[in-house]
Nanobody, 122 residues
Framework: QLQACGGGLVQAGGSLSLSCVGS????????LGWFRQAPGKEREFVAS????????SYADSVKGRITISRDIIKNTLYLQMHSLKVEDSAVYYC?????????????????WGQGTLVTVSS
């Protein structure tokens, strides 16, 4: 089970870090990703990292502002967000798939955690 946390309210231009823990399972063989869904919109890709950790992908809208990383020992996925914009407001989900690369495709991911809400105020 994937458990995301770290969401909250932040002002535009601020920073926020999200975490996703693998509860009851090792994430070592999983490619992992972050997705987000704003009200009335479809879930969209944010960032992903390959199972080896040697490849990452980012949505164009977040490049240069967001960094995905993983800690094998802590069995945790991270998303560091800087220079946040109002349009970054959404429920953020972590997801995983065994032995995968840094896919940008929602349907490629088989395991999903519950979301954590990020609200960016103007």
């Amino acid at each position: 089970q994937l458990q995301a946390c770290g969401g909250g309210l932040v002002q535009a231009g601020g920073s926020l870090s999200l975490s996703c823990v693998g509860s009851g399972r090792s994430l070592n063989i999983y490619a992992l990703g972050w997705f987000r869904q704003a009200p009335g919109k479809e879930r969209e890709f944010v960032a992903s990292i390959s199972w080896r950790g040697d490849s990452t992908s980012y949505a164009d809208s977040v490049k240069g502002r967001i960094t995905i990383s993983r800690d094998i020992i802590k069995n945790t996925l991270y998303l560091q967000m800087h220079s946040l914009k109002v349009e970054d407001s959404a429920v953020y989900y972590c997801a995983g798939r065994p032995w995968g690369g840094s896919s940008t495709i929602t349907q490629d991911f088989t395991d999903w955690g519950q979301g954590t809400l990020v609200t960016v105020s103007s």
